[in-house]
């Protein structure tokens, strides 16, 4: 089984010893296998917090350029035999999961993980699981584990 901490919308300019908490062992993220951010990072700095633990992650809509020219707007993450895309989101709340689906059609992932809302979410749609951790920001994160599948779990800090 692969564990993946999922964390979005950090909103920070530097890195903090909360955040860095978060890979401690017991910490949430200290039994995952790597880490996911969804984006709103705001500093490439705050990535730091997650050492040594392997880190994809995406841009958001409030990160600046600086972030922007390094770190891409989608991805997509095998493990194993299942694809997790990984987006931030824009625009209103209403009706993201809709607008951010298209982005994926084309790759057919099992997962998309995604951010902006700062409100935590676990659902299927389409047969694809969509994953938002709400916002560390919030106190929200999450937990993905893959096996033979995959499913997503939301963790109050």
């Known amino acids: 089984m692969t564990l993946i901490?999922?964390?979005s919308d950090t909103h920070l300019t530097r890195p903090t010893r909360e955040l860095a908490g978060l890979v401690n062992p017991g910490g949430v993220f200290g039994d995952a296998d790597f880490i996911i951010h969804c984006g709103d990072i705001m500093d490439l700095s705050v990535l730091?917090?997650?050492a040594p633990k392997r880190v994809v992650a995406v841009c958001g809509n409030m990160d600046g350029n600086a972030i922007a020219g390094v770190l891409p707007a989608k991805t997509v993450e095998r493990?194993?035999?299942i694809s997790i895309g990984v987006?931030?989101?824009?625009?209103p709340r209403e009706n993201l999961e809709a607008r951010i689906m298209p982005e994926f059609a084309r790759l057919?992932?099992?997962a998309i993980c995604y951010g902006h809302t700062h409100?935590?979410?676990?659902?299927?749609?389409e047969g694809i699981l969509l994953?938002?951790?709400g916002s560390f920001m919030s106190g929200t994160v999450g937990l993905l584990e893959v096996?033979?599948?995959i499913s997503g779990r939301i963790v109050r800090l």
């Open 108 to 110: 057919e992932v099992d």
């Open 48 to 50: 730091e917090a997650f």
């Open 147 to 149: 096996d033979k599948g």
């Open 5 to 7: 901490g999922v964390i």
């Open 79 to 81: 493990v194993g035999d």
């Open 87 to 91: 987006i931030h989101g824009w625009g």
């Open 131 to 133: 994953f938002n951790p």
């Open 119 to 125: 409100n935590p979410a676990s659902n299927y749609r």
